[in-house]
């Protein structure tokens, strides 16, 4: 019913900037929360940022200064401005959203993920 569809992962040099999209589709009441997540090989899946349906923002500490989280809720997207990245950024980075589809309750909705790959 909910898709979510991450876009903008590529290779980058340490300095470099990436910028991410996440475009909701499908039957969608509301969108709550949303945010970024990411994983790298042999890691747990950690939060990133995230973002309420009001505009405040959270991020984890050591992306804090170098990335900013922010959504359009007209158009149903999510975004993640990625800047002076450094090789420890490099992960598969997930879009999430806390959705109201068809039925009452809020549940979570995952995208499939983009690579970002940031080289010495």
């Known amino acids: 019913q909910v898709q979510l569809v991450e876009s903008g992962g590529g290779l980058v040099q340490a300095g470099g900037s990436l910028r991410l999209s996440c475009a909701a589709s499908?039957?969608?009441?509301?969108?709550?929360?949303m945010g970024w997540y990411r994983q790298a090989p042999g890691k747990e899946r950690d939060l990133v940022a995230t973002?309420?349906?009001?505009?405040?923002?959270n991020y984890v500490d050591s992306v804090k200064g170098r990335f900013t989280i922010s959504r359009d809720n007209v158009e149903k997207m999510l975004y993640l401005q990625m800047n002076s990245l450094k090789p420890e950024d490099t992960a598969v980075y997930y879009c999430?959203?806390?959705?109201?589809?068809?039925?009452?309750?809020?549940?979570?909705?995952w995208g499939q993920g983009t690579q970002v790959t940031v080289s010495s």
């Open positions: 999430n959203a806390e959705v109201v589809s068809v039925g009452p309750a809020r549940r979570n909705y």
């Open positions: 499908g039957i969608i009441r509301s969108i709550n929360n």
């Open positions: 973002i309420t349906s009001g505009g405040s923002t």
